[in-house]
């Protein structure tokens, strides 16, 4: 079990740590209202790929890895909505929620699941609940340091400051990056 648990944080951490970059990005980028929403969609894309991997997992099948490129498309769509979308909206009203992040996440773990499905290929079901409870908990520590992160008044007003440029921009160089390495 205690195998399972450092497996388990080591897989998390390698493959969410750009998710931590986009989370704070995105927390400091939302208001007030929009934060939870942000926490939540985390939490959804993250599980979703963490699902995905289980059923491929079980179900001995293979993720098309010759598409995963398609998945880089969300996040430029997602990057381009956002920056036509900023004018007219004052800082509270940046429409960041659950779907957009939970998509943004899933879009993002192309690693995710190249890392998860091989793992978890070799784990019986105790093993798989372990680490679910593992990824949780990580997601928790994650929304919390990047929620952390994000309001410390230098760098929300560093983010803020340069939001409507660098939130499109990252969501979008995060697209073509995917694309790049799904069809490599």
Not at 116 to 145: N, R
């Amino acid at each position: 079990m205690i195998d399972t648990v450092l497996q388990s944080i080591a897989a998390f951490a390698g493959t969410n740590v750009d998710d931590i970059l986009i989370l704070t990005i995105l927390l400091a980028s939302a208001g007030p209202r929009y934060k939870g929403r942000v926490m939540a969609g985390q939490y959804i894309g993250v599980l979703s790929l963490l699902a995905i991997s289980i059923a491929a997992s079980r179900a001995a099948s293979f993720i098309l890895s010759g598409y995963s490129w398609v998945l880089g498309i969300v996040p430029i769509i997602l990057g381009v909505r956002y920056a036509l979308k900023q004018d007219g909206l004052d800082e509270e009203d940046i429409p960041l929620g659950i779907m957009p992040t939970a998509l943004l996440a899933i879009s993002n773990g192309a690693d995710n699941l190249g890392v998860y499905i091989p793992l978890l290929s070799g784990y019986d079901v105790w093993d798989i609940i372990t680490m679910t409870v593992v990824f949780i908990i990580m997601l928790a520590l994650w929304c919390m340091i990047a929620h952390a992160v994000s309001g410390r008044d230098a760098i929300g007003r560093l983010i803020r400051r340069y939001e409507r440029v660098a939130v499109p921009a990252v969501l979008m160089i995060l697209g073509i990056v995917i694309i790049a390495d799904g069809a490599s």
